[in-house]
Structures are given as structure tokens and as C-alpha cells.
């Protein structure tokens, strides 16, 4: 959302955070607004231990395996394709696979 007395531009992302100007990556030559990162999801937090368990991401590397599949193979806007697995390839490179 742009507002006329700010000097940025402010985003919002999802429903359950507000527009923030942090943090921030560079990317085409601007940068960019990340959602604010919670507490709930620190290293030793009960979310973060969910997240990390063995079960939950096995479901979320067959979620991808079966996105990718689609993407390659049964979606038909074939351009559209190109660019959404080139930006998977580009943060799966660009964030540790430990994250």
C-alpha cells in the first residue's frame, strides 16, 4: 500500500501481519519487503521443533515433488511454469537447505 505522506512504500503480506519496511532483500536492483519473522518460529520453539520434525518435512518435500511434477507436466500455461520453477530453483539455492 503506497501512502501519500510516506516516502516508501509499505506491503503487506498474508492476513496476520501489518505492512512493515523489514526486512528487506535485493533483488533486479530494488529491494524487496520479507514477512516480519515471529518469535513463535526461533530455533528451540515448539513451532520451530514441528516444523523440523522428521514427518512434517517429508510432507512438505512431497507437496513440492508433486508441484513441480504439475508445473512440468500438466499445468497449461507453460510460460507461467517456466518462471514459477525458475524462482523455486533461485530460493532453493538461494536459502540453506537447513533452514
Same mark, same amino acid.
Given at each position: 500500500m503506497n501512502k501519500s505522506q510516506r %516516502? $516508501?512504500?509499505?506491503?503487506?503480506? %498474508?492476513?496476520? /501481519? %501489518? +505492512?512493515? #519496511?523489514?526486512?528487506?532483500?535485493?533483488?533486479? %536492483?530494488?529491494? @524487496?519487503?520479507?514477512? #516480519?519473522?515471529?518469535?513463535d518460529y526461533r530455533p528451540g520453539s515448539s513451532a520451530r521443533h514441528f516444523t523440523d520434525t522428521l514427518w512434517f518435512t517429508t510432507f512438505v518435500q &512431497? $507437496? &513440492? #515433488?508433486?508441484? /513441480?511434477?504439475f508445473l512440468r507436466h500438466k499445468y497449461p500455461n507453460k510460460r507461467k511454469a517456466k518462471i514459477t520453477l525458475f524462482e523455486i530453483s533461485q530460493a532453493k @539455492? +538461494? $536459502?540453506? &537447505? +537447513?533452514?
Open positions: %516516502g $516508501i512504500p509499505m506491503y503487506l503480506f %498474508g492476513s496476520t /501481519i %501489518g +505492512a512493515t #519496511r523489514y526486512p528487506l532483500y535485493y533483488k533486479d %536492483g530494488k529491494y @524487496h519487503n520479507l514477512p #516480519r519473522p515471529y518469535t &512431497e $507437496i &513440492e #515433488r508433486c508441484l /513441480i511434477y @539455492h +538461494a $536459502i540453506p &537447505e +537447513a533452514c
